[in-house]
């Protein structure tokens, strides 16, 4: 499986940012795919998740309210629609997908990363 980051970027507070993670190589009938976060120097967070067996989302308290975890199909995507970006969101934003359909309980039991995509929110 490969996956590949793409629309981060600088913005300012309380803009937003749409990020792509462009998937090839799924062989499984169903898969979960998730965003997760890192700032250098501390663990990597998981922002949201979502099945691709029945577009069911779990969200982070990072998310709620701000952030939207969806799948294009059509164009094999998941994309996080960022909005209301804070100061504090500025991190290096990973995809990740594990083969199934539930959401891992943390980040590090995704099997599959992208390279990650860099978020900066100026304030």
């Known amino acids: 499986v490969q996956l590949q980051a793409s629309g981060g970027g600088l913005v300012q507070t309380g803009g937003s940012l749409l990020l792509s993670c462009a998937l090839s190589?799924?062989?499984?009938?169903?898969?979960?795919a998730g965003w997760v976060r890192q700032v250098p120097g501390k663990e990597r967070e998981g922002i949201a998740c979502?099945?691709?067996?029945?577009?069911?989302?779990q969200n982070s308290q990072i998310a709620k309210g701000r952030f939207t975890i969806f799948i294009d199909a059509g164009r094999n995507e998941v994309l996080l629609q960022m909005n209301y970006l804070r100061a504090e969101d500025t991190a290096v934003y990973y995809c990740?997908?594990?083969?199934?359909?539930?959401?891992?309980?943390?980040?590090?039991?995704?099997?599959?990363w992208g390279q990650g995509t860099l978020v900066t929110v100026s304030s």
């Open positions: 990740a997908t594990l083969g199934g359909s539930t959401c891992p309980t943390a980040p590090k039991y995704y099997g599959n």
């Open positions: 190589g799924v062989t499984s009938d169903y898969y979960v």
């Open positions: 979502i099945s691709s067996r029945d577009g069911s989302t």
